[in-house]
């Protein structure tokens, strides 16, 4: 049965054919309206790795790659009071912080990651986490992504948007980008995106894919973007 809300949004959708023809401040005022439903939709979006410091957030979001947050969350309490600073992890040993972070996959690399990031921030940051782009991105085990997360979310600098499976999936359906690679993503979100919101709007998405906008089936009769979306089926 379809709902209301789908019902509704029929008249007057966008289809692919409108998007492909859409100017582009059009399409930011399409984006500002997606950004205004989804902000009503989730007002408690909000980064899922549980975290206390830069420090704690950046570890986690290293361990998070191809690994869900709630298995990251399950691990990083026993870590982060195993690890409490930069010079503990500087002078782990290797097999212990293997098993420690064994269940979040990869744990080989995650580890090796760890300990080099504990010794370049002690000798390069005095034991802080740096918060720039370029210092962040040259530590061991840190891209452009999970920068953006730290830097948005412990240190609430919008330098970027961050790009993950949710937030390259939705941009996608949403005819906001037609480009794969993630930093050509997120190149194209941030000419759409305020820059105030970037860290949040990556937060919504993320929130929506996993709730509405899923990667086999998205539920579009349930989503309240389904007018702006030229890939609902409805």
């Known amino acids: 049965m379809t709902s209301p809300k789908a019902t509704a949004a029929r008249k007057g959708r966008l ?5 492909k023809r859409e100017s582009k401040p059009k399409k930011r005022q399409r984006t500002a309206e997606i950004l205004q439903r989804l902000e009503e939709e989730y007002p408690d979006a909000c980064c899922a790795l549980e975290h206390r410091t830069p420090l704690q957030l950046l570890v986690a ?25 930069a010079a503990s992890y500087a002078a782990a040993e290797m097999a212990e912080l293997e098993e420690m972070v064994r269940s979040t996959g990869f744990y080989r690399n995650k580890a ?17 986490v740096p918060a720039t782009m370029k210092e962040l991105a040259s530590l061991p085990g840190v891209g452009r992504k999970t920068a953006n997360v730290v830097l948005g979310n412990a240190f609430g600098i919008d330098d970027g948007v961050v790009v993950d499976t949710h937030v390259g999936r939705l941009s996608n359906r949403l005819g906001l980008t037609e480009q794969k690679n993630p930093v050509k993503i997120e190149s194209d979100l941030m000419a759409l995106v305020p820059k105030g919101d970037w860290t949040l709007w990556a937060h919504l998405l993320i929130f929506h894919g996993r709730e509405v906008c899923k990667a086999r089936k998205p539920a579009c009769a349930d ?6 979306c030229p890939s609902a089926e409805i």
């Open 15 to 19: 289809t692919p054919a409108m998007a």
């Open 61 to 85: 979001t290293i361990l998070s790659a191809q690994c869900t947050d709630k298995r990251v969350n399950m691990v990083t309490p026993a870590l982060f009071e195993r690890f409490p600073d």
């Open 112 to 128: 090796k990651s760890l300990q080099g990031l504990g010794q370049a921030l002690q000798s390069d940051y005095d034991g802080e």
């Open 223 to 228: 989503c309240v973007l389904v007018d702006l």
